[in-house]
């Protein structure tokens, strides 16, 4: 009696579906991957905005000084600055000084990510803290709002009130408050 050999492996076909099962995983994986990259972009530039806000009050009462922060904005680029006593242009270098060190965040850190609107109370494009209590000052409920936009076209909202409160706000994006002032249009 003859022993047969079993050669024991994969078939041609059954290579190629299997390859194309992990292509069609991979390309979604991929697409998975841009949103989530697309999203981390807006959040780390709200969260920076956020964070510098924060820090421009605090420094306010720490100095016992009146504390700028403002914004600039056109289509393609956006910057911010923190200055002591005056409002200042970040597009300028050396303009935004806070205890004799250079504080502007600009676009670049932050890719695609587009300042839409930065408004607050009086039509302005800065805000100001008050060093005695580190209020925002200005008139209405609202002192300013800060809207960013992801090249997606989801956006993300900075809110000021006029008690110094920062929070942040989207329509687009779940695990923020769905409560924002009326949305630009993009």
Not at 24 to 43: C, Q, V
Not at 51 to 61: G, Y
Request: glycine share 6%; hydrophobic share 40%.
């Amino acid at each position: 009696m003859q022993k047969q050999n079993h050669v024991r492996g994969f078939t041609l076909i059954e290579l190629m579906i299997s390859i194309s099962i992990f292509s069609i995983i991979l390309g979604f994986s991929a697409i998975s991957l841009h949103d989530l990259y697309t999203k981390k972009r807006i959040e780390n530039a709200a969260h920076k905005i956020y964070t510098d806000l924060r820090f421009a009050q605090s420094e306010s009462i720490k100095l016992n000084a009146s504390v700028f922060i403002s914004f600039s904005h056109n289509k393609n680029e956006w910057c911010y600055g923190i200055n002591l006593h005056t409002p200042c242009d970040c597009n300028k270098a050396q303009a935004c000084k806070l205890v004799d060190r250079e504080h502007v965040v600009n676009q670049s850190m932050f890719g695609d990510v587009s300042m839409i609107k930065s408004q607050f109370a009086g039509n302005k494009n800065y805000t100001v803290f008050d060093p005695k209590k580190g209020f925002a000052i200005g008139g209405g409920v609202r002192n300013g709002t800060i809207w960013l936009a992801s090249s997606k076209k989801n956006l993300l909202a900075i809110v000021i009130s006029r008690m110094g409160r920062v929070r942040l706000c989207s329509p687009s994006f779940s695990g923020y408050s769905q409560q924002c002032p009326k949305a630009p249009i993009i």
